[in-house]
């Protein structure tokens, strides 16, 4: 089945083109366009092509800058199409290429090595519902999910990617260093936190009350550093996903 990916050498491009190589897809079925990076990551039995020749494989990823969207020559027909551009919604596409099979699908910062989450939408049947989560598989975990309004929050959510634990770590660091603590020591001790828990947390997101109850359970330091921190931060949180969700939602406007 041939493969097309518009935008190639783009972050979300490569790590697709790649990614679907190392896990089996046969180079010569990859057909890719760019504009702008390098060639160098891929090997010699991809073929390179223009917008058009995008168009006519089976499956068609558009993975360029939404500024950047429409490509002139590119035409996907009635070919299943999965962008992963924001400010593209369905209906603006489908008013473009009315018969395409057109999904969304909206992935983090960790796809070029396999860690991404991507939810995604879109009205197509089982067997295309079954490729795009074969395609997405190989930058990580993925689920469809009901429309857009969804799509736009989890675009604030897990499309964040590292983007609130690094906001995370910066406060820390500087209330650290304000302690005189010295640079290395605190940035140790916060990378210790930050990092040093997500193997600890990972799996157990269904978990997460009952492992701040033992926490709580000890009455100690950082029971107190809990009980100061939950009511303001759980507001913030809040706030800064929907700033985000309404931003993603303005986007598409």
């Known amino acids: 089945m041939k493969l097309g990916i518009l935008g190639a050498t783009g972050w979300v491009g490569q790590a697709l083109g790649l990614?679907?190589?190392?896990?089996?897809?046969?180079?010569?079925?990859?057909v890719l366009s760019n504009r702008r990076a390098s060639?160098?990551?891929?090997?010699?039995?991809?073929?390179?092509?223009?917008?058009?020749a995008v168009s006519a494989a089976e499956v068609i990823l558009i993975t360029v800058r939404p500024e950047d969207f429409p490509v002139p020559g590119f035409d996907p027909g009635d070919r299943l199409v999965i962008s992963f551009m924001t400010m593209w919604t369905l209906e603006k596409l489908r008013r473009l290429y009315p018969?395409?099979?057109?999904?969304?699908?909206?992935?983090?910062?960790?796809?070029?090595?396999?860690?991404?989450?991507?939810?995604?939408v879109g009205e197509v049947g089982a067997e295309d519902a079954a490729l795009v989560g074969r395609v997405l598989a190989s930058i990580g975990g993925q689920d469809r999910v009901?429309?857009?309004?969804?799509?736009?929050?989890?675009?604030?959510?897990?499309?964040?990617?590292?983007?609130?634990?690094?906001?995370?770590?910066?406060?820390?660091?500087r209330d650290a260093l304000a302690w005189g603590l010295p640079d290395r020591v605190a940035r140790a001790?916060?990378?210790?936190?930050?990092?040093?828990?997500?193997p600890f947390l990972e799996g157990?997101?269904?978990?997460?009350?009952?492992?701040?109850d033992v926490y709580r359970g000890y009455k100690g330091v950082t029971a107190?550093?809990?009980?100061?921190?939950?009511?303001?931060?759980?507001?913030?949180?809040s706030d800064a996903l929907a700033a985000a969700t309404a931003k993603a939602k303005a986007l598409g406007q």
């Open 19 to 30: 990614r679907l190589i190392a896990q089996g897809w046969a180079e010569s079925d990859l």
């Open 39 to 52: 060639r160098a990551a891929y090997g010699a039995g991809v073929v390179w092509g223009d917008a058009a």
């Open 99 to 120: 018969a395409a099979r057109i999904v969304r699908a909206m992935p983090n910062g960790a796809a070029p090595v396999g860690r991404s989450y991507t939810p995604w």
């Open 146 to 173: 009901a429309d857009e309004d969804q799509l736009d929050y989890l675009a604030a959510l897990s499309g964040s990617g590292s983007a609130y634990p690094a906001l995370m770590a910066q406060a820390m660091l």
């Open 189 to 198: 001790a916060v990378e210790a936190v930050i990092c040093g828990s997500a």
């Open 204 to 212: 157990k997101m269904g978990e997460v009350g009952a492992i701040l």
């Open 224 to 237: 107190a550093g809990l009980d100061a921190a939950e009511p303001g931060l759980s507001r913030a949180i």
